[in-house]
């Protein structure tokens, strides 16, 4: 589903990404963890195509397209989806109409026609359900106001809505207590299919007991050093990340 | 035409225009023409007209219709206001003679609705009473010249304890077949606990140089309840000078929004004196400029008495070579304990070539006030817009949910619905950089 081979990207000049391999196969859920600045968003901000960053060298392709020639709305149109660490507040854009011109973009990609109101709303019930989000949301400024929870829950909700095919969860863990935790984690299992793969990206165990993932990278200084089981963030969680830097004679 | 040429004008055909004028409006006019001769013309090396050569504008060779030649023509068969569920009372100013709408006699007891001069000419009393109070007062050029020249307008009034439930309509048309001026008064009188709403579109049918200079002076007593909406859309050869006068009342309530779709070269000079305790305004506006269109908005917000309130909210979208000028002054006098007054400005310049000029001017002589004023000039926010693009939305649809989000308070200030929808199509409209077309208007077809 993603091949990324030998990616490097920069921003502001100052190369992030020095060379990173990662395959994910359809159904997969891959965690990528380790220390703060090692590039980990960075990883995520260039594969949404955030025009922040330049990529200069090396290659990303997704369902067999070339990733990095895509815009990032047309990244999204072909089942990628971010979510975002610092969700964006959006004055005055409310989440009804947000969410309704990114439903109907995709929709129009597809060659599908545009959802009539009533089938929208309908369907925007359904999916906050997923999320526990409550009824007021519609009407409400996208993320303007919302709690730090409440921010993740609607990337969620938003993921639920567009039903892509690879999401990235940039540290969708930070900032949420126990109980957001679980519905947040919940929301991302119940979306779960076998022809869908997720990138959790994260600093902590917790979150991968809600999500389980099926192989463990750990990123340090814009590469990925280790790639093993779910027993390495275990032994992450327990160790810390010293003892890679030794191995990697540091 | 030169400074000079106007002076000759007037000088030449001074009692052409008295005669075809009432004695109310010629009580003023050679005080005015005083005034003009020694002031002339707004001139751009003026701190007040800086940003906006009215001197160029004023400098073409326009015809006047001081002869007061009947116009041919019959606004109702190029006008039909097509705002779905607005039910609106229709008034026509065409160049600046008055047209009468056919349900005019629709209206509520005592409410008056009628030209300038034939108000003048059956109400002496109450037209004396009001007419040029403020206007008198105002040391500006284009308000010298207006009432040296103005022969006629507008007229409404709503007596006491009277409410117009319909928004009234008033249109100002510029049409012609060769380049035209024309100098209205406007006269709105609103009595004690009166409620009326002016929805006032501005608009040129012909790619003619037009200038149009008008007075609106408006008088809310008090309690009363105003809501002044002006909604321009005009040609690129216009130039479209407004000045807006509003006197308050003791707990008098009023709205001003001021909303430029389109436009060649517009001035709005809007002066609102707060002159009763527990009076509030609120007073906002939006432009949207692409070409080589100039906005200029110049404000006065005098706090005369205490226990007032004021908020004031103006915000641009410029793109392309257009220009924006605000110039926001809030006076609170020496007495005017008390006083609440907040005003903004945010603009959008979208292209290098944009231009914004701000001038917020808070002026506080008292000292138990509370007071703020903020401008910001700015790009659209590039996080929110990757935000919206990582969404699948395209980068033009995603501009656009941010730029008519921008608009958006300015917009819910409407309270008529029916208004509210169609202007929040139109600005979508005109932001798409279609023309803002009312489907059923022969103007903007």
């Keep these: 589903m993603l091949e990324i081979k030998d990616l490097h990207a920069n921003i502001n000049g100052k190369e992030i990404l020095k060379g990173i391999n990662l395959t994910i196969k359809e159904g997969e859920v891959h965690a990528i963890m380790g220390p703060n600045g090692s590039g980990k968003s960075t990883l995520s901000a260039v594969l949404a195509g955030n025009p922040n960053y330049e990529v200069t060298k090396g290659s990303a392709s997704f369902l067999g397209k070339n990733l990095l020639e895509l815009s990032p709305e047309d990244r999204s149109r072909e089942g990628l989806f971010l979510s975002f660490q610092y969700p964006v507040e959006i004055q005055g854009v409310s989440m009804v109409n947000f969410m309704r011109a990114a439903v109907n973009e995709h929709r129009k990609y597809k060659k599908l026609p545009a959802l009539s109101a009533s089938d929208f709303l309908k369907l925007m019930r359904e999916r906050k359900e997923f999320v526990e989000l409550d009824n007021s949301l519609a009407n409400r400024s996208v993320n303007e106001g919302f709690s730090g929870g409440e921010k993740k829950r609607n990337e969620i909700f938003q993921m639920a809505m567009l039903e ?45 007991d809600y999500i389980k993932p099926d192989i463990v990278h750990v990123l340090y200084k814009g590469q990925i050093v280790k790639t093993g089981t779910p027993d390495l963030a275990l032994e992450l969680e327990e160790r810390g990340y010293d003892w890679i830097k030794k191995e990697l004679g540091e | 035409m030169e400074e000079q040429s106007y002076i000759d004008l007037y000088k030449t055909h001074a009692e052409t225009i008295k005669s075809k004028s009432s004695d109310i409006l010629n009580a003023f006019r050679d005080e005015a023409f005083a005034d003009f001769e020694k002031n002339g ?90 007419y040029a109070k403020q206007a008198q007062k105002h040391n500006d050029p284009n308000v010298s010249f207006n009432m040296t020249f103005a022969q006629d307008g507008f007229f409404m009034y709503v007596p006491k304890n009277t409410e117009i439930a319909e928004p009234i309509q008033l249109i100002n048309i510029m049409s012609g077949n060769a380049d035209i001026m024309a100098n209205s008064h406007n006269l709105i009188i609103l009595e004690e606990n009166a409620k009326a709403k002016l929805l006032v579109c501005d608009h040129s049918l012909k790619d003619f ?18 809501e002044h909406y002006k909604l321009e859309s005009t040609g690129e050869k216009h130039t479209n000078i407004c000045n807006l006068l509003i006197e308050q009342q003791k707990s008098s309530n009023v709205l001003t929004n001021i909303i430029t779709l389109h436009n060649g070269l517009t001035r709005n000079n809007i002066d609102i004196c707060l002159m009763g305790e527990y009076a509030e305004t609120k007073l906002c506006g939006m432009a949207i400029g692409n070409g080589c269109q100039k906005i200029d908005n110049a404000t006065n917000i005098d706090h005369a008495v205490p226990n007032c309130t004021s908020n004031e909210l103006f915000k641009y979208i ?15 006098r020496k007495d005017a304990q008390k006083t609440a007054s907040f005003q903004t400005n945010k603009n959008m310049c979208l292209s290098a070539d944009a231009t914004m000029y701000t001038k917020p001017q808070l002026e506080i002589y008292a000292d138990d006030v509370k007071c703020s004023h903020g401008a910001t000039t700015g790009q659209l926010d590039e996080n929110a817009l990757f935000y919206l693009r990582s969404r699948g939305i395209s980068e033009r649809e995603a501009q656009l949910l941010l730029l008519q989000a921008f608009t958006a308070d300015i917009t819910e200030n409407i309270t008529v619905g029916a208004l509210k929808d169609r202007v929040k199509m139109l600005v979508e409209s005109r932001l798409r950089n279609e023309q803002p077309k009312c489907t059923a208007c022969a103007i903007c077809k």
Excluded: M
């Design chain 1, 164 to 208: 892509p095919r690879l999401s990235i969860l940039d540290e969708t863990d930070s900032g949420l207590d126990i109980d957001a935790l679980r519905i947040v984690a919940n929301g991302v299992n119940k979306l779960k299919n076998p022809h869908s793969s997720t990138i959790v990206i994260t600093h902590y165990q917790r979150l991968l």
């Design chain 2, 41 to 130: 013309l707004p001139s751009p090396t003026s701190e007040r007209y800086r940003y906006s050569d009215l001197k160029k504008s004023y400098g073409i060779n326009y015809g006047l219709n001081i002869n007061r030649l009947p116009i041919q023509i019959n606004p109702s068969d190029i006008f039909r206001c097509d705002v779905p569920g607005i039910k609106s009372h229709l008034f026509y100013v065409v160049n600046d003679s008055f047209f009468l709408d056919k349900n005019a006699e629709n209206l509520p007891k005592g409410v008056i609705i009628c030209g300038l001069n034939e108000a003048a000419e059956k109400y002496p009393e109450l037209v004396r009473k009001y």
């Design chain 2, 209 to 226: 140089n037009f200038l149009s200079n008008r007075i609106t002076e408006v008088f809310v007593g008090e309690n009363a309840t105003y």
């Design chain 2, 318 to 332: 410029l793109d392309e070579k257009s220009k924006g000028t605000f110039f926001g002054r809030v006076l609170v």
